[in-house]
């Protein structure tokens, strides 16, 4: 099992698993889910009802005819009673046409709500939830788990009543018929009861460890299967299959000691069964012989105490549904009841925003003891262009996402238009911001649709109007259906310098105050860039932006370039000023410049001038041009 450490690093559990065998708080969780449907529910309950009676009536029924005196038996005596059993069993099929329809309509109604309501819980989740889980486990919850739950409401609770209602009506006419016999067969109901206790402890173990490992296959293939190319590109596809094919194994593996288990206990159920009911035979014919009962009372009781034993084994099968539900169903809770690290405050403000970003003394963990910024202080004026600058893991996608409000600081206050971003509220935030990653996320659908993401209300014209003030329109026009080409998940079908330029439309037709640019252009080649230069130029005029770049041609007119070193800002300053001091910016610049092909400038000779020119210019922004 150490080897599918590389394929399966992150823990499935979203809370404490329940080791009860059954657990009534939960069961009455998984069926609150019935009392929106509370009429068809009802309806369920009356069908229900009705189907276990008749089953205990049809055997009646039969009795009647055949149990009773000789002299009963002509033709008129048999023609109605097959008549009536008839009737009966017509009324039974149809009860039961309708039993199954609206339970099946039920268990259709409580997956689609279960469904929705994971799936707009996962929506409001932050960033930190969906860095550590895996994709293929919350996948796993909306089929396997939310599945498992569908049965157990659509049919365990329903069959159930049906069988122990079945007993009970069963058990009553086997009283009246002959209560010692009824006695003899009380006397064995501990001896199920100890049995059902028995294996039903095994089974609820190993149906969770069934779950359990089915979520590992489906987080496996997801990944998988997101990773092809990688895969592929090293050669990686018998390793990754040898490894994907053990957890199939185990899963496997424990679903056959699930069903071992299940194919001990119903056949010993059964046979129990059919011991009990051969004592019954022999104690009903012992009293019968002996004058203490008479044939037809014994000859009902058999009948009775088929129908009565008939339901334990579809009961012990429903037992079995009942702990895959529930181990479904605590998953299920579980993801439901992770609770976000931070919710917005019930009076958090929504203004229309300037764009003015402070950091005062912020510092910022995404685990505990383990800072990534320490002390971050900065001020970004509306319609200024801030450049973070540092190596990887220096802290700038973390100021990124704090600004953004994916996280809250852990010390310090992060301040939007002078209002702690704590208070602000989210989605208006959000509304008011852009975001441009190197790696952007496009939906499956038209171009067009993509572009609107932010906007689902923008006409045609503005999205042309946006695609054209990029200078992108033509590029747009000329894909295969233009701007009602499709692309594939993730953009696939366009090329990642075209998929950059949607993605700045979007932005652009969203009108954000505030824009984060994250690698943006690291990804593309220069012919490229210079495009998407043109169309940043565009995009960044009048907006406070944070631009985050390998690329120092991307930042040379930044108002503020700020040097990240291990989670501290080390130096800051505008381009030139940074050059001339000669430190870590200044060493960047040469390296950069260097892998142009240009002699990087002398130390001695580094203040502004004609070798410090790089390919590509962006304008100040308006506030530096002020």
């Known amino acids: ?85 008839g009737l009966l069993s017509a009324f039974t099929q149809w009860t039961f046409h309708y039993r199954v329809w609206w339970a099946l309509e039920l268990g259709e109604d409580v997956l689609r709500d279960l469904r929705t309501q994971m799936f707009a819980h996962i929506q409001r989740l932050p960033m930190s939830f969906h860095h550590r889980t895996k994709t293929g486990h919350v996948i796993s919850r909306f089929t396997t788990d939310a599945d498992s739950v569908r049965v157990g409401v659509q049919d365990v609770l329903f069959v159930t009543i049906v069988g122990l209602g079945q007993m009970i009506v069963a058990a009553a006419l ?164 992770t609770k976000p690290e931070w919710t917005d405050p019930p009076d958090a403000v929504s203004p229309r925003l300037a764009g003015r970003v402070e950091f005062r003394h912020v510092s910022f963990a995404y685990e505990p003891a383990k800072p990534v910024l320490h002390d971050i202080s900065f001020v970004a004026e509306p319609g200024q262009m801030i450049a973070l600058v540092g190596a990887t893991g220096s802290g700038k996608t973390s100021i990124i996402n704090l600004i953004a409000k994916f996280y809250l600081p852990t010390e310090g206050e992060v301040q939007i238009d002078g209002v702690d971003i704590r208070r602000l509220s989210t989605d208006a935030l959000h509304r008011q911001m852009g975001i441009v990653l190197q790696q952007n996320f496009l939906f499956t659908g038209t171009v067009m649709e993509n572009i609107r993401l932010g906007r689902p209300d923008a006409k045609d014209l503005e999205v042309l109007q946006a695609a054209d003030r990029l200078g992108c329109l033509s590029l747009i026009e000329s894909l295969p259906n233009g701007f009602n080409t499709v692309v594939g998940e993730r953009g696939v079908g366009i090329s990642l310098g075209q998929r950059q330029l949607v993605c700045f439309t979007r932005a652009l037709l969203a009108d954000p105050r505030i824009l984060i640019l994250d690698e943006a252009t690291s990804a593309v080649d220069t012919m490229t860039e210079a495009r ?95």
């Open 1 to 85: 099992m150490k080897r599918h450490a590389l394929v399966v690093t992150v823990s499935d559990d979203f809370g404490e698993e329940n080791t009860r065998a059954l657990d009534l708080g939960l069961l009455r969780r998984m069926f609150s889910f019935l009392r929106p449907y509370a009429r068809r529910r009802n309806r369920l309950f009356i069908a229900v009802v009705l189907r276990s009676i008749q089953l205990p009536l049809l055997a009646w029924a039969i009795g009647a005819v055949l149990g009773g005196p000789v002299a009963r038996l002509d033709r008129h005596g048999i023609l109605l009673g097959a008549l009536g059993y």
């Open 174 to 337: 086997m009283l009246r018929y002959d209560p010692v016999l009824f006695l003899v067969v009380a006397g064995f109901i501990p001896v199920l009861w100890g049995l059902n206790r028995f294996f039903h402890r095994r089974l609820s173990r190993v149906f969770r460890a069934v779950q359990r490992s089915f979520s590992r296959v489906t987080a496996t293939l997801a990944e998988s299967v997101g990773g092809i190319r990688v895969t592929q590109g090293f050669s990686r596809e018998r390793v990754n299959a040898s490894l994907f094919q053990e957890l199939v194994a185990d899963h496997s593996r424990f679903n056959l000691d699930a069903a071992r288990t299940a194919g001990m206990f119903l056949p010993l159920l059964e046979f129990n069964t059919q011991l009990f009911l051969s004592l019954v035979l022999f104690v009903g014919g012992w009293r019968v012989f002996h004058g203490t009962a008479d044939v037809e009372a014994v000859y009902q009781f058999v009948l009775m105490a088929g129908v009565f034993f008939g339901p334990i084994q579809l009961l012990g099968q429903q037992y079995n549904h009942a702990l895959s539900a529930m181990a479904g169903a605590e998953r299920i809770f579980g993801l439901l009841d």
């Open 532 to 626: 998407i230069q043109r169309a940043l130029a565009v995009l960044l005029k009048g907006r406070t932006s944070f631009v985050v770049a390998h690329r120092l041609s991307t930042i040379r007119h930044a108002d503020l370039v700020m040097v990240l070193d291990g989670g501290r800002i080390i130096e800051r300053g505008t381009h030139r000023t940074l050059l001339a001091a000669g430190g870590h910016y200044a060493k960047l610049h040469r390296q950069f410049v260097r892998s142009l092909g240009r002699p990087a400038p002398s130390r001695s000779n580094s203040a502004p001038g004609p070798s410090d020119a790089v390919p590509i210019d962006l304008p100040r922004s308006d506030a530096a041009a002020s």
